[in-house]
C-alpha cells in the first residue's frame, strides 16, 4: 500500500446529503474490503446515491481490472433486530437475542420468584446453563454494544437506541 494519503469526505461547503453518501460508500468499501460485497453492491443499485468517494472509484477499477479478491477470512455483517427493554428499543446482534429474552425474564420475574429461581426457569425456558446465564447477567451492557449511538439511522448497521 502506498503512502499517499487518502481523500477524506467532501469539505465544509458541501451539502448534508453529499456528504452523507460519501460516508455511505465508505462504509460500503469497509465491508468489501472484508470480503462482504453486499453493501457495496446496494450502493451501486441506488440510482439516487452520487459515487463522490474516490477511494470506492479507485477499489472498483482496480478490480475490474485485475478481478475482485475476497480474503480468506471474510468478514460477517451482523443482523440486527430491535429489543424492546426497560422501555427503551436497542437494536443488537440476532446471535444475542435468545440470551437477551432470557436476561429480560430474569429481571422481569426476580422480584416475585428470587434471584435463583427466575434464573433456572429462564434457563430451562432458554435451554441454557442457569450458570451461564448468571454470568450473562453479570456483564455490563457495554460488553453487548448497547449504548446510545450519536447518530442513529444512516445504516441499517447501526447500533443504538431508536429515540
Excluded at 109 to 128: K, P, V, W, Y
Amino acid at each position: 500500500m502506498s503512502n499517499v494519503p487518502l481523500p477524506g469526505p467532501p469539505d465544509d461547503e458541501s451539502d448534508d446529503d453529499s456528504v452523507a453518501a460519501w460516508h455511505e460508500w465508505h462504509y460500503a468499501l469497509d465491508w468489501a474490503r472484508g470480503g462482504d460485497f453486499i453493501p457495496l453492491a446496494e450502493c451501486l443499485r441506488r440510482s439516487d446515491l452520487p459515487l463522490n468517494n474516490d477511494d470506492v472509484r479507485n477499489w472498483l477499477a482496480s478490480g475490474l481490472e485485475n478481478g475482485f479478491k475476497k480474503p480468506r477470512k471474510t468478514k460477517k455483517r451482523p443482523q440486527y433486530v430491535p429489543f424492546e427493554l426497560e422501555g427503551r428499543r436497542f437494536y443488537l446482534d440476532a446471535r444475542y437475542l435468545k440470551i437477551f429474552e432470557a436476561m429480560k425474564q430474569v429481571s422481569e420475574t426476580r422480584e416475585s420468584l428470587g434471584e435463583d429461581m427466575a434464573i433456572a426457569n429462564a434457563a430451562a425456558r432458554f435451554e441454557m446453563e442457569p450458570e451461564d446465564l448468571r454470568q450473562h447477567l453479570r456483564r455490563p451492557r457495554s460488553r453487548w454494544g448497547l449504548s446510545p449511538a450519536k447518530h442513529d439511522g444512516m445504516f441499517d448497521g447501526v447500533i443504538g437506541l431508536k429515540d
